[in-house]
Every structure is written in C-alpha cells, then in structure tokens.
C-alpha cells in the first residue's frame, strides 16, 4: 500500500464521504474498512472520545502494518442531559441502536426541557505500525430541535442547529456543514499537520 493511501478505520460510508471530501487531495486513495473484510470491528470500551478512536486506530493499524490509519470517534454531548449520550452516541437506544432509534429516544429523553443547548464532539486518531502518531479534535456548539428538520447528513443531524444557523445539519448543504463540523474542524487540524509534516 503506497504511503499516499489512507485507510479510514469505519465501515460508515457516510464518515467516509465526509473525510474523503475534506481532505481529498492530500492523499491518491482513502479507503475504510469495507476494503478489508479481515479487520474485525473494533471493541470500543474507551470511556471518552480519544480513548475509542485510538482502539480503531490501533486496532486497524496493527493488522495493516505499512498504513497511514485515520479513526474518529465523535458522538452528541446534551446539557440537559449531562453531557449524554456522549461516547454512547452510536447506540444510545441500545444494542440493535438505529439513527431514528437514538433520535427518538434523544427526544423523549428531553422531551419539552427549555435547556436544548449541545454539542457535536470529535476526536481523530492517526496510527502507523500499531502506534499512534497524533490525535486531532474539534467542536460544534448548537442546540436540539423540537422535530427532525431535514433528510440530509445521518445520525443526529436532522435535530442539531448549529449557532448563527437556523437550519438544522440535516438541511444545510454538505459543504456548509463539513465547513463548520466537529469533523471538519478536527480534520482541518489534520490538514495543517500533514501540510507540515
């Protein structure tokens, strides 16, 4: 694999999209997981952002030795409900968790609170030979929705406002929201480092 490779380490295809129009052209080829049906899905028992994506990072990266590995692990903090669902994004509603599962049990859970402020959260891990080289992060501040607004982007975008905005992620334009995402910021921080290194 040619160091102008990176593997994404997810079998998401929409974070892949994501990553791959942010950051393009700085590499010949960004392929996920779905190209490598060898690596198992990693078991995320991190209790915080950084610590799960260095489990995929690493846990990608030791099974492909020469790769550049790229992991994120990002997820939706609520303050009227201390900071959850947190880590536990992904499968908020539980085990067999879909978005529209962890929408409408985020809904319930707030019900008609006044408190709506939250953030999307990320952490970026980049590994090579089973080590990690540097970790990348970013944020976006909004608030919840009373109703899903929009069919665009996927898990919770369609109930996040980010501030200055009053369409949700789920109805601003894909380069408007990678402009300002939690990815986007991480990502722009990966950028700045690649263009050093």
Not at 140 to 151: C, D, M, N, Q, R
Request: aromatic share 6%; hydrophobic share 40%.
């Amino acid at each position: 694999m040619n160091e102008k490779t990176l593997v994404i380490a997810t079998h998401n295809a929409h974070k892949t999209e994501e990553i791959r129009e942010i950051l393009g052209n700085f590499f010949d080829e960004i392929k996920d997981l779905s190209a490598f049906p060898e690596i198992p899905e990693a078991d995320e028992t991190g209790t915080t952002f950084s610590a799960n994506a260095a489990i995929k990072a690493l846990g990608a990266s030791s099974i492909l030795p020469t790769a550049l590995v790229l992991a994120d692990d990002s997820g939706l903090e609520v303050d009227a409900l201390d900071g959850a669902p947190g880590v536990y994004s992904a499968r908020f509603s539980g085990e067999n968790a879909t978005d529209k599962s962890n929408r409408d049990k985020l809904m319930t859970d707030l019900g008609d609170g006044e408190n709506r402020t939250a953030r999307f959260r990320c952490v970026l891990s980049l590994a090579r030979g089973g080590v990690v080289i540097e970790e990348f992060d970013g944020a976006v501040e909004g608030t919840i929705a009373t109703k899903e607004l929009g069919s665009g982007g996927f898990g919770y975008d369609s109930l996040f406002i980010p501030e200055g905005h009053s369409e949700s992620f789920g109805q601003l334009p894909a380069e408007t929201k990678n402009g300002m995402s939690h990815r986007g910021n991480a990502l722009e921080k990966l950028k700045a480092w690649l263009k050093a290194h």
